[in-house]
């Protein structure tokens, strides 16, 4: 991912800035069994052992970032700060039970992120 940042009133010693990042992300999805929860499409298969395939998928990927930095020397800094991730979506391979039937694949749309970040700088200039 690609980031860029504007800081605010560069070099007092406090800084807010906005960034924003573009890039691509894979998504991978590992494949395991499980045991198939309520809700079923098929009421009969519900707590039944279930395969679920895996499978990797490419996305845009897209980053927010505010927060500000504050001096505490010439060369340290503290970086506070909020980002905003968004990862695209994916979905697992063909799933089948244990009586040999086969389902659709899961799909996790709309996957993202909020963090909190705080950090060290270490200005080497």
Known sequence: MANMYYDFNA??????????????VNNHFAAGRGVVAAGAA???AVGTPTTVGGHDSWHVAGAAM?????NVTNRI?????YRFLYL???NTGQ???SFGGTGGRIHADNLHAHELRIGL???IR
């Open 11 to 24: 070099g007092a010693r406090f800084t807010p800035y906005i960034g924003f990042g573009l890039g691509m």
């Open 42 to 44: 098929d009421p009969l």
């Open 66 to 70: 505010a927060g500000f930095v504050f």
């Open 77 to 81: 800094k503290l970086d506070t700060g």
């Open 88 to 90: 695209g979506a994916t």
């Open 95 to 97: 799933t089948a039970n």
């Open 121 to 123: 700088r270490y200005d």
